[in-house]
């Protein structure tokens, strides 16, 4: 055999042996993602995809802002996983269903709004890529459209609270760029936390009319008003000239006198 021939066996070999170790991998990594998804598949949903799934069910005609909170108040107390609550609002947003769609996102806002991690959590699950498909998904209705879009506009217009996490960020000047219009924020997210108090309390029109009715109008001359003023001083000094010639003690219990 030929130096050459010896050659072209031996590459064809080493070919042999590559390709053999670079299907191997590719086998072994196929296996190990079917197996990932049959454990996601057996093991059925966790606590948090449970909770995420009764707050914001299709039989709630709103938002259970008592059940959303008490969720948040989970997060933060540690009491469930918070990144598992994410995956699962992020879950309930893929979905189709109008209302489902709306309740997560309302969930989402709540979380991030009163829960310190919440953002970078929702970063890093890539919920901002769900909430972009929606809003180029020409089947999600108005409502839920206008809803994230409103959320991103939030969160992208906050550069200096979300510095830390450009992605926010961008992802607003992505769809800005794109030519995306933005419904604008909400009257919620505009209004205060607290409705200030009432600088005076309002009265009935009617109730004012009668009240100026039954309020006599006085008015005085020049002549009366200095008269009035002369009574007050009058009186003011004779006050001054009995505390200053009595025992304090005494004047002060001539209750008649004062």
């Known amino acids: 055999m030929s130096d050459n021939l010896m050659e072209k066996v031996s590459a ?5 042996k590559i390709g053999g170790a670079e299907v191997s991998r ?20 966790n606590p948090a995809d449970k909770l995420v799934e009764d707050a ?14 008490d969720l948040c108040d989970m997060i933060n107390s540690e009491k469930i996983n918070s990144v598992e609550l994410i995956r699962g609002i992020k879950k309930r947003i893929m979905l189709k269903n109008p209302r489902v769609q709306y309740l997560a996102l309302v969930l989402l806002e709540t979380c991030v709004k009163n829960c310190e991690k919440a953002f970078s959590e929702v970063a890093a699950e890539r919920v901002l890529d769900e909430m972009v498909k929606l809003i180029d998904d020409p089947q999600t209705v108005v409502n839920n459209r206008n809803k994230a879009l409103m959320l991103i506009e939030s969160w992208g217009e906050s ?9 926010y960020e961008e992802t607003y ?7 995306i219009r933005f419904p604008g924020r909400d009257n919620e997210s505009l209004a205060p936390i607290f409705t200030p108090a009432r600088s005076a309390p309002e009265v009935d029109a009617t109730l004012a009319q009668q009240m100026q ?12 008003t200095k008269e009035a003023f002369d009574v007050a001083r009058n009186s003011i000094e004779l006050l001054t000239t009995v505390l200053s010639s009595s025992p304090e003690q005494d004047a002060l219990q ?5």
């Open 12 to 16: 064809f070999g080493e070919r042999l």
């Open 26 to 45: 590719k086998m072994s990594e196929g296996v190990s993602q079917m197996s990932f998804k049959m454990k996601e598949l057996f093991q059925g949903p």
């Open 56 to 69: 914001t069910s299709e039989t709630l005609e709103e938002p259970d802002w008592a059940m959303n909170l």
């Open 159 to 167: 550069t200096g609270e979300l510095r830390y996490l450009p992605v």
């Open 173 to 179: 000047k992505s769809l800005r760029s794109r030519g």
């Open 213 to 224: 009715h039954d309020i006599p109008v006085q008015s005085f001359s020049a002549e009366q």
């Open 254 to 258: 001539d209750l008649d006198l004062i």
